[in-house]
């Protein structure tokens, strides 16, 4: 993804109420969204990879996940209970997430799912890019190479549906 697109590639897993990168690959473009580093976690929701973890999971635990990273967002004036909620109804909609400038006002990201053989959320694989790159145009493309990508690693986690969800 990252040779293909040029743009900054990561592999995000759930722990507890955060997201924890554990893949980060830059692609070629001269200019790169470099927001996380391996190991780094950032609260569910905060980021296009960890808001597509986030809404991937039931109403109830949303709302519980919201509540008890309040603090932790707090610092992030876009991250807002009311906001995040938005948000989640977005990204279940689009099918993916987008963090159109969100967190940095030159920084776009778009995330989605990777489910694993239970068809429950394993993964979230994210492409990040400066703003000027995420231009409506170009999100369809970025999203169907990100939808390829998770469903390959999803066959390859034994997902036997598209839905992520075992027959």
Not at 130 to 135: D, E, F, L, V
Request: charge should be negative; hydrophobic fraction near 45%; glycine fraction near 8%.
């Amino acid at each position: 993804l990252a040779e293909e697109t040029g743009d900054t590639v990561y592999l995000s897993l759930r722990a507890g109420d955060s997201a924890l990168c554990v893949a980060r690959q830059t692609g070629s473009f001269p200019i790169r969204t470099l927001t996380l580093e391996v190991g780094d976690y950032r609260p569910l929701g905060l980021g296009a990879g960890s808001l597509a973890l986030l809404s991937a999971l039931p109403d109830e635990e949303v709302e519980q996940v919201i509540a008890r990273n309040r603090e932790k967002l707090a610092p992030h004036a876009n991250f807002d209970q009311v906001s995040l909620r938005a948000m989640v109804r977005q990204t279940r909609e689009q099918g993916h997430s987008l963090n159109d400038g969100k967190m940095l006002p030159e920084m776009a990201a778009i995330g989605v799912i990777v489910h694993d053989a239970s068809g429950r959320p394993a993964a979230a694989l994210s492409i990040a890019t400066i703003a000027s790159r995420m231009q409506p145009e170009r999100r369809a493309s970025i999203v169907a190479l990100l939808m390829r990508e998770a469903r390959a690693l999803e066959q390859a986690l034994g997902v036997t549906t598209p839905s992520g969800a075992r027959e």
